[in-house]
């Protein structure tokens, strides 16, 4: 080892003293210089989307979009463009669980031959305000109490619903987050949109809109509430640790890149204002037409470097791709940029490795804190004689050369006072809200009113809960009435003043919903066989070539780390002790022990945990008769249903029982109140 300076080191384990026993001397170098470093070694976190988590990919074209757009990822097919990910929850610290009920971040730097162009997305297509300006009081209202500085990475709590109570643009952004969408089963199973409507512009100079949505291959999935709270405690790095794991086995996630294109005309014609974040344009109505893959295949070497000081900025696009006037991208334009230099410390953040371009960088931006690429040579501004006259046959450069090889504006016509209003056109705040509950299954607005229970039962302020449910009489009155009941009032709130009238009563939209749209695969899943003395050998290996033939992972669970004896005499070696492994962490479980075995476990909490939960979230279940003693001492024998499946027939059995994972869960075990 050596010291910053590249002084070989003899000893960085003692500092030097006078005497062995005597006092610390100042005068070591060395000992200051590393403990120097440390103490500056962290930087500010993220203001929001503090915890997250980046990876390695690249961008495959599969259809070229010239008749769109003139920007060279789009019209290359088959070309690979390198880029970064960063998946995130948003209102956590760094510290913060994985599985909180969060909007989850998905932004994608590409590194494209014309520079980088940054998708800033997140997981849910819509979001909570109209206007930037309004951003930071929905922070602090979601973040911590200022006083208590609690509590972490919820929403649960009178900040965040006094302020949606009296926003009522966040209607629409509260149906999707009091949806599953906000407890995904990892990051691999999330759809993303660049949520803004953006515009293409076409080598003519012709402009489309368009917005962008990320497709996950596995489909979308997601957990349920009561899991998510248990995976927290189990492993709150449940989602970073599933993406990790992938990548490393080879299992690359991937996701098709769509666009819904639509002109002037259809912006005009569309019930909602295109430039209103907290809109959708139905898939219906619009088709998300699909033009490349994004597959995710190398982890960070180093987190810090790469998944720390990435910089994503809305205001990375490159030519052919273009802003509209939505006034939340417009003020993002300038926050990302702002909070780059807070966190990273230097404009000069771009020349970070993560941060830098992949193509050639000419600019005469100099100097400033850690200034890493410095050109060569006297001429640092422009326009400048150094590079040769124009007339003497060499290439032309700079912009004033050849204006037609660079980024352009789209030409909108912009001609208005200068007023601070909201338009007319985004007034309609329960509309979507509506559309959106309706397009639920009967599973899914359980699970909606549930979370709206479970959150306005942590608001102390009876106001706060009522004004809440007199927003939710505009958007269903049934679903109104399941929250004024889940938390006891006793009387219906009158419905919340509004500005106006909702303008349409919308047709279902069944891309909306997670469950009509569920991807019939136990693909990238994963099943936790839990094994004791005795259990079946040849079940056990039928269940993970089974699972294996699917695509699927599988874990073996025991009572000691060291495994168990199975019927074969031998030790089958497990990867979690029972109370490391709980069945929380899996998508389906499977119990394979030998009947005295079953006895012993029958009484242990955790044993009982595991089968419990598994059967609470709507799992299935593989058993052996063996096992019976363990169900009844978990008090399930009497209420087993189609989710159990016995696989004591070895081979074909366990391939019925993924097949029937297929269907991820047996929602039938839930108990929902309407249908
Ligand atoms: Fe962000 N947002 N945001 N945001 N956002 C940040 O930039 C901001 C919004 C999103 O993995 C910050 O580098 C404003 C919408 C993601 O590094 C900050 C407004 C969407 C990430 C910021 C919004 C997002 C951020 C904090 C209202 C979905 C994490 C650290 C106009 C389309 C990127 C940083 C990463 C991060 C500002 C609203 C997504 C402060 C002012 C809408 C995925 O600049």
């Known amino acids: 080892m050596t010291t ?3 002084v070989p080191m003899a000893d960085d384990q003692n500092w030097l003293k006078a005497g062995a026993r005597g006092p610390s001397l100042l005068e070591d170098h060395i000992a200051r210089e590393k403990i120097f470093h440390f103490d500056h070694e962290r930087i500010p976190e993220r203001v929001v989307h503090a915890r997250g988590y980046g990876v390695h990919g690249h961008f495959e074209l599969t259809r070229a979009i010239p008749e769109y757009s003139s920007a060279a990822i789009f019209n290359e097919e088959g070309v690979k463009t390198p880029t970064f990910t960063r998946f ?6 760094k510290g913060s669980p994985d599985l909180a009920r969060d909007v989850r971040g998905f932004a994608t730097k590409f590194y494209t031959k014309e520079g980088n162009w940054d998708l800033v997305g997140n997981n849910i297509p819509v979001f909570f305000i109209q206007d930037a300006i309004k951003f930071p009081d929905l922070i602090h209202a979601a973040k911590p109490a200022p006083d208590r500085g609690f509590p972490q990475a919820q929403t649960a709590h009178d900040n965040f619903w006094d302020f949606v109570s009296l926003t009522p643009e966040s209607m629409n952004m509260i149906m999707w ?24 512009v076409n080598e003519k100079g012709e402009a489309h809109f368009v917005k962008f949505h990320w497709k996950p291959k596995l489909g979308v999935q997601s957990v349920v509430w009561n899991e998510a709270l248990k995976i ?9 640790r599933d993406m990790w794991d992938a990548i490393e086995m080879g299992d690359y996630p991937q996701w098709d890149l769509g666009i819904q294109v639509f002109d002037e005309k259809f912006a005009d014609e569309f019930e909602f204002d295109v430039l209103d974040a ?3 344009v139905p898939e219906e109505q619009v088709p998300v037409e699909i033009i490349g893959t994004l597959t995710l295949d190398a982890n960070v070497d180093n987190f810090f470097a790469e998944t720390e000081q990435v910089a994503f900025c809305t205001q990375n696009i490159v030519p052919g791709i273009d802003f ?4 939340l991208l417009q ?11 807070k966190r990273l410390g230097s404009p000069n953040f771009t020349h970070i490795p993560i941060n830098a371009p992949k193509c050639p960088v000419r600019h005469f931006q100099q100097d400033g804190h850690m200034a890493m690429s410095n050109p060569k040579g006297r001429a640092n501004y422009e326009p400048n004689s150094w590079d040769g006259p124009m ?6 450069r700079g912009p004033r050369a050849c204006p037609m090889r660079g980024f352009t504006s789209y030409e909108a016509p912009v001609e208005s006072p200068k007023i601070r209003v909201r338009s007319e056109t985004f007034a309609d705040h329960y509309s979507q809200a509506r559309q959106f509950y309706i397009s639920q299954t009967p599973v899914e607005q359980t699970h909606m009113a549930n979370a709206l229970t479970f959150e306005l039962s942590k608001v102390e302020r009876m106001d706060i809960r009522e004004r809440m449910i007199g927003h939710l009489r505009h958007i269903d009155d049934d679903l109104a009435k399941e929250v004024a009941d889940g938390i006891g009032l006793e009387k219906l709130p009158e419905k919340v003043p509004v500005a106006r009238k909702p303008i349409t009563d919308l047709p279902e939209s069944p891309a909306l919903s997670i469950l009509k749209n569920s991807p019939k695969s136990f693909k990238g899943r994963k099943l936790g066989i839990y094994i004791a003395e005795g259990g079946d050998a040849k079940i056990v290996r039928a269940l993970i070539k089974a699972a294996k033939d699917e695509g699927s992972v599988t874990e073996i669970i025991a009572p000691h780390v060291a495994g168990a004896k199975l019927s074969d005499g031998k030790m089958l070696e497990a990867d979690e002790k029972i109370d490391g492994g709980p069945s929380v962490v899996y998508d389906a479980v499977a119990i394979v022990m030998g009947e005295d075995a079953a006895k012993n476990f029958a009484k242990d909490k955790p044993s009982i945990d595991f089968v419990n939960d598994a059967f609470a979230h709507a799992k299935f279940i593989a058993y052996v008769p063996e096992v019976m003693p363990l169900l009844e001492g978990a008090g399930v024998a009497d209420r087993m249903d189609d989710g159990f499946v016995n696989v004591s027939g070895g081979g074909d059995a366990a391939q019925g029982f993924i097949k029937t994972c297929r269907k991820l869960r047996h929602w039938d075990r839930e108990a929902v109140k309407k249908d």
């Open 391 to 396: 007339d003497d046959n060499r290439e032309p």
């Open 278 to 280: 907290t809109k959708i």
């Open 88 to 93: 995130s929850t948003v209102a956590g610290n």
């Open 331 to 341: 003020g993002r334009n300038f926050s990302y940029l702002d909070t780059q230099l």
């Open 232 to 240: 927290n405690g189990a492993d709150p790095d449940f989602h970073r």
């Open 324 to 327: 509209t006037e939505d006034p």
């Open 4 to 6: 910053a300076q590249g």
């Open 177 to 200: 987050i009091m949806s599953d969408r906000t407890i995904p089963r990892s990051f691999r199973f999330m759809e993303g949109f660049g949520v803004h409507t953006f515009r293409l």
